[in-house]
């Protein structure tokens, strides 16, 4: 079964920046269209990026011109850079396919603090 590791998340201060990293144990990201999604504090999980095969990217409202989504097909991982990082992007950072499915498993995720 196919597993997601997600990394990259930390502490940093408003307008700062991170690059998220999620690894698949397999070629997955290769075949499909993959998406990073945020969950805040106490709200339901939601997309914020995605990109499909052929490289079109979209982004929630939230975040356009600040975060970038890309793949290395090669290594098998997503990125999602984030610049100009807000206390309203606090949460924890996941990836997957887009849409989701039974399978691949939502990995633990990725913690991402902004401070004001």
């Known amino acids: 079964q196919v597993q997601l590791v997600e990394s990259g998340g930390g502490l940093v201060q408003a307008g700062g920046s991170l690059r998220l990293s999620c690894a698949a144990s397999g070629s997955i990201f290769s075949f499909n269209a993959v998406a990073w999604y945020h969950q805040a504090p106490g709200k339901q999980r939601e997309r914020v990026a995605s990109l499909t095969r052929s490289g079109i990217t979209t982004y929630a409202d939230s975040v356009k011109g600040r975060f970038t989504i890309s793949r290395d097909n090669n290594k098998n991982t997503i990125y999602l850079q984030m610049n100009s990082l807000k206390p309203e992007d606090t949460g924890v950072y996941y990836c997957?396919?887009?849409?989701?499915?039974?399978?691949?498993?939502w990995g633990q995720g990725t913690q991402v603090t902004v401070s004001s």
């Open positions: 997957n396919l887009f849409p989701p499915s039974i399978a691949p498993s």
